[in-house]
Every structure is written in structure tokens, then in C-alpha cells.
DNA sequence: TCAAAAGTGTTGTGTGTACACCCATGT
DNA sequence: ACATGGGTGTACACACAACACTTTTGA
């Protein structure tokens, strides 16, 4: 472009966000955490944080993301990305958002240096959020809500091994009604992408379920799934 | 962040892409221009240009859009944000790549003030692009294809009125495979929303075909859709 | 009258959905 | 023995896929 006319462009500063999607008491929640400065200072947000020099986009948000909680190697994608002149009143902040799926016990939550306090919340009843996270959240619910109809990324929302009770319930909570037992085993089993290990979940005065744990760990399109 | 660490980040330049599609000659074809100025001067490239100051970036990709094209109000989707810290040999740019769906002579091409030629290049044999364009459009094509499967927004390819023909090569061309008109025709129609018009298409030594057009210009999700 | 594309139905197969009872365990 | 969730099969409806011939026009 034009070297003449650089009064008309502007070096936003870009920002990387995270939502951080994990099961916790059959609900679906999310990372957020309360933040230390302004603007929006005491607000609760998004964990994100700007982009370093030379540090590329994914890289920036797996940074993140493992400030937060400790994990790497988990499901992260790339959302979308947020650049509406006033969406952060300190100036011009792009960020591109990410999010990500987690098995609860692998995350240990702490602050980072960005934030006085981090915590779950369930989607259904979170806080005001700071800067657009309110749209952003919403977006990324939306998103693996059409996910999780043609692919099996929210598999990663489980641990290694589980019993087909439990990533039932993932399907329940995030799809948001009730699926018949028969059918969904049915199903899933029909897909060949999984294997019963030889433990079964006891301790629970009923009939111990069987442990099931993936055969591969590749993301694999579905046709359709429910 | 801390405020005490800025020369740790950095400003990027933000730029904006857009992957032009449309259909020629029963060919899907991206529009690209050539390079006035270096970097890659000489070499095909996306169209594109630096975001400006209080310029959303939807809007950026609107005017780029309408600079080469002349087009305004046409279907316009945020693809992906590219920002590896070597995609660009004059320094940190991060680029929000969108595609457009353009029906064909709606288009008026001309080659904006950064390039000194635009023209339509079919996908499957385009030149070496400039920058990480190649990847980019792959993935635009990516993702078209999918789309094409669950909702109705590559309609947008179409002009106002159209023969069933048309729009059954449209899938064709895109899906990349044949398809069985009877089948076709019917589960189209079924969705109730096309209308046929009153004009036929005549003048071709052979039946002439009816015209239909849209009842509604708003974008649907489809269960599946071949 | 001929070439070229438009238009039109039926049948078999597979997939989704609805639905109810017995089983294994801990207390 | 009983409460609790685990585990299993069948029947119907619907959607998809395969398939060929007649119609209308312009030259």
C-alpha cells in the first residue's frame, strides 16, 4: 500500500483470548478470571493477554492457556477473530480468540500475573464480562454446539478412560437434550473409534459400568451426529 | 499485561484478504491480483490491504472488496486469522483472511492502485502466490466445500434467476462430484425455498428451462445437504 | 427429423427413532 | 431385599440412492 498515506492506518495492538471449556457437576463451564488492572479492573474476563514479539498466534494462545491452568496439549482452536474499533477503550485491540476443551482433572486453575482471582463458571450463570467476552463467549458456545455434530473434538473433553454413561452426559450438556441410552450406544459403538478396557468403574452400590477409551486420538469428521 | 515488559510485544501490522469465488465457464475461479511493489512485486496475490485507523475489519474487507470488484452487499465470511511471524519479509503482519461469494456478472474487475492487473484465475490451476496466499486458499476452499454440505450460502453464487441446471452445476463444480438430477431436483425443491418464476429459458435449440429464484435472501442451516 | 438438454416416479436399502425390561452391585 | 444405574433388541418410518424414458425446442 501506499507509503504516503500511513497517517490513515494504525498499529492495533493484537491480543490473544481463551475460553477454556471444561465438565465440572454435569455442567459445562468456563475459565474466567478477575482482573488486577484497568480497564475493566476487578471485572471478570476472558484470560488472554497480547501477543509477543515473534511469537506466532497459536503459540500465543497455547501460552496462555498453560499460564492459566497448567495444561498443554489439549484441544485448541482458533475462533474468530474481534476487531471492532472501540471494543477496548485503551486504543486500537484486535484479538483473535481460541478456545479450548479440557478434562477437568487435568486443569490446575491459578492466577496469573494478569488477574487477582480465576475460577469456573458455568455458561448458564456466569458474571458481566469485561471489554466484548459476553460475544465472544456466546460465539464459541455457538460454535461447539455445531461441532459437536460433525466431529468428535468434544471427545477431548474427557479423560482417558470413561464409561459411555459419561461422555453421554458430555453429549446431554452440551447438545442440551436428552439422548436414548440404546441409540446413543448404538452409535457411537457403530463408529469403531473406541475400545472397552477391562476395568469396570466399581464402588458404587450398582452394577459396574465398563471403561471405554479411544482408539486413536486423530479428530475425525462425522457425517452426522445427532 | 505488565507495562514494564513492551519491548517484549510488539505491534503488528494488520492486514485483510479476501478469496473472491466465483463461477465461470463451469469453473470455480478466485480473483487475484499482481503485485505493484515489493514485496513479491510482479508475482498474483489475494487481494488485500492494511486495515485502517477506527476501520472495523469487517468493513476493511467490505471496501477491498468493492475496490477490486466494484461489489457491495454480497455473502462475506470471516475465514481464518494468519499471523506466523515470518509470513511477511517487510516485518510482523498478521492477516484476517474472508471469502466472498460473488455471482459472476455482478463482477466489474479492476485492478485497484496496488496492483497493475486483476483477473480470475480458475482454483485448481493458479499460479504461485505471493506471501502464504497458496495456504490461504486452500483453506478457503476448505471450508466452502464444507459449507456447501449444511447451509444454502453458496446460493450466493447465483444470479437472481436461475435453471435447476445451474444451480445443480454450482454443487458439481464445488462438491466435485456428479449428481443424480432427479434426486437432486427433488430434495432441492423440498426445502420450499425456491419459487419458479414465469420466464423460461429459451433461444437454445432444445426445451427451454424454467426459471426459479430464492423466496428469501436469509441463510439457512440444513441438516445435510449431499 | 435430429440433436440437445429439460423434465419426471418408483423401488430397494440403510439409518434414525421410539420404546421396556433384566442385570450386577453395595448396603 | 432393595435401590441404583448398567446394559441390551426390535419394529416402524423416513431419507437416500439407483435407475430410463418422454418432451420441447431450434436449426
Redesign the pocket.
Known sequence: MAKNKTLKFENPKVTVDIIIFTIEDNKLKTLLIKRKSPPFKGKWALPGGFLKKDEDIYNAAQRELNEETGIKGVYLEQLYTFGEPKRDPRGRVVTVAYFALVPRELMKIKAADDATDAKLFSIADSPVLAFDHRKILNYALYRIRNKIQYTNVIWSLLSKKF???EIQKVYEIIWGRRI????F???LLSLGLLKSAKETL?????????FYSFKTTKYVELK?F?
Not at 436414548?180 to 441409540?183: E, G, I, L
Request: charged residues 50%.
Open positions: 464409561t459411555l454413561t436414548d441410552k440404546r441409540n450406544r448404538k452409535k466399581t464402588g458404587l452400590r450398582q452394577r459396574p459400568a465398563k452426522r445427532f
